[in-house]
């Protein structure tokens, strides 16, 4: 005899096991256009995930779904993508499930890092109906926005491939509060890669920070005395005579700034491999390529993770019992 699912709890439970699996053979799955991911901890998205939820449910839970659906009944759905586009945040979605019923089983048909056309199928969520309908906005909320930070990524990434396949396209800190680490990770799965994580693992020397110290040199002097031997220390310059002064100081990396495509290529000259350069400021996807192909190493680009748009996606039920 099935188990029946038990009825939502108006508490998130604590612990939740793992999350979800694969609906089709390794040699099914898409492989050209995907990236490789490690995936995420879920010490890294369970209380996110839990938050929301929390917040979602409130203090009496889900008035609507429990008025109608009977606590032993259960379903399944297909979590489906509106649009094409870049897949990210599936752990994050199934969480979202099975932290109100960990008896829901989640199958994966389009992993995250992998491309995905309108109206595929990314996943298959199956058991309580009650835990489907509840953890439904909460997890298509956080698939929608991580999936259309991934798929902005990718598109600009190869634009930047084609014009300069060194270099790499980078994030910032210009993040959804308490969203960072997954907004970084949906950047790593659209092929881009992350700039430092916090204040904490890396030094980045900006204007404001130079107009107190009193300069590129005086600012680069008063990191290395105090920072570890291991710390890279970056300077965000606005010239190339600060740039002079970075390199001089021995930095490890340099932002540049704000600056047009003959200051750049001047840039990448006179640093002739000395020191990581990052091209920073008012990049778009049209100037991307350009500014890729002067030599700079890096482009951060702030947008990626505080203005693109979610990807469409939707839950639909198909069955019950």
Request: with cysteine.
């Amino acid at each position: 005899m099935r188990r029946g699912p038990r009825p939502v709890p108006s508490a998130v439970p604590s612990a939740v096991p793992s999350a979800i699996s694969s609906g089709r053979p390794a040699a099914d799955r898409p492989t050209a256009a995907a990236v490789e991911l490690a995936p995420l901890s879920p010490l890294v998205y369970q209380p996110v995930v839990r938050r929301a939820l929390e917040e979602d449910l409130g203090r009496a839970g889900d008035l609507t779904t429990d008025a109608i659906v009977p606590a032993e009944t259960t379903a399944s759905a297909r979590i489906v993508a509106r649009q094409a586009g870049r897949v990210a945040g599936l752990d994050a979605a199934a969480a979202a499930f099975r932290l109100l019923d960990p008896a829901v089983e989640v199958t994966v048909e389009v992993p995250d890092g992998a491309d995905a056309e309108a109206g595929a199928t990314l996943a298959v969520v199956a058991g309580s109906a009650r835990a489907i309908l509840t953890g439904e906005r909460v997890a298509l909320n956080l698939l929608g926005r991580l999936s259309g930070i991934a798929t902005a990524t990718r598109d600009v990434v190869r634009t930047v491939e084609r014009a300069s396949p060194r270099c790499r396209v980078v994030d910032t800190r210009k993040t959804t509060p308490g969203l960072r680490a997954l907004e970084k990770y949906a950047v790593r799965a659209g092929g881009g890669a992350n700039h430092r994580f916090g204040l904490d693992d890396a030094v980045l020397v900006k204007d404001n920070h130079l107009a107190l110290a009193g300069g590129v040199a005086a600012a680069v002097e008063r990191v290395r005395a105090r920072v570890g031997h291991l710390v890279r220390v970056e300077v965000e310059v606005d010239t190339l005579g600060q740039l002079d002064e970075a390199l001089a100081a021995g930095v490890d990396a340099v932002l540049l700034d704000n600056m047009d495509l003959a200051t750049l290529r001047e840039a990448v000259r006179r640093t002739a491999g000395r020191a990581v350069l990052e091209a920073s400021g008012g990049i778009t996807p049209e100037t991307a390529p350009e500014i890729a192909a002067t030599g700079v190493d890096l482009l951060s680009i702030g947008w990626l993770t505080h203005s693109v748009p979610s990807l469409d996606v939707a839950l639909e039920v198909e069955a019950r019992s």
